[in-house]
């Protein structure tokens, strides 16, 4: 310590108070006093404030509700729409396939007697491609369509028949997508599917109906057909050309057939597995009241009345 300064005092504890300012508080001569209840408030006009009218939206639409996964049942009808539409749009694709190979079939045997227009054969090539590649396109859209239908069907089914498949989704998917495998798979889905959805017994073996058979067995056909349309284009000649269009032509209307029976199959399992449709429901709205006695009026009461 420095000799010319002196020693600092030790610390003092110091204690705050808070106290409100003289006046803040005015009370009366009287003091307060509490009123007693004079019953509910009333407004001499209805007052504008309250609560939003929500009531009546789906928990879905008010903003910040969680949205609730629709149930296998209700997406059904939903997923049946697409995949019909696009079925339909293949079957019509497919029909113009087959009419662009009979065109070219019909040149060929044009050519046998003469020289073509290069316009004409043009022309003939470009529809027989156009036709085949937007055929191959919505036919890829309408199969994944149509087995998604089934992968959400299956579910469905399952809820309604009160068991599941024995088939994991793993191989559903597998056994659906694999060139050939499919061919077999796809009938035994779709006799599962019908078997459940009709509600039979799960010891039973699923015996598939009239309509499954006859789609079963196009399908098979329209494959095996296409596997030997495709091996057939590597043949050189004139007349395996020729032979190649003919298989073309019974591809395409064969395609177009299964994709018809494809819609048929999938509305008659859409009746057994959702056979009330919201969508069909006429909503009801009260017109008149006959002979009901008059509801009884409340009495009403001044403003600034207690009750």
Known sequence: MHPHYPARPPAQRVTWVAAPPPGAYQRGRGGYRRRPYAGPPAYPTPPRWGFPSVAWRWPTSVPGARPEVPAPVDRVRYVAKHAIAMLWLLAGLAVVAAGSEIWRYVLLLRSRYG???????????TFVYTGAILALAV?????????????????????????SSGRTTRQFFWGMLLPGINLAVAGSVFAELEHAAERRDREDRPKPGRLVKWWWGLWIADGVLTAVTIIWRFRGGVQAQAD?????????????????????????LVKLLAPIDAATLRPMRVVRVADAPEPPLRATRAFGSTR
């Open 244 to 268: 190649g269009v003919v298989l073309a032509i019974l591809t395409d209307l064969l395609g177009a057939a299964v994709a018809v029976l494809t819609i048929l199959l999938i509305r008659r």
């Open 115 to 125: 020289a073509l227009s290069s316009g004409v054969v043009s022309a003939s090539d």
């Open 139 to 163: 036919g890829a859209l309408a199969v994944a369509l149509t087995i998604w239908w089934l992968h959400v069907a299956r579910q469905a089914a399952a809820e309604v028949a009160g068991y």
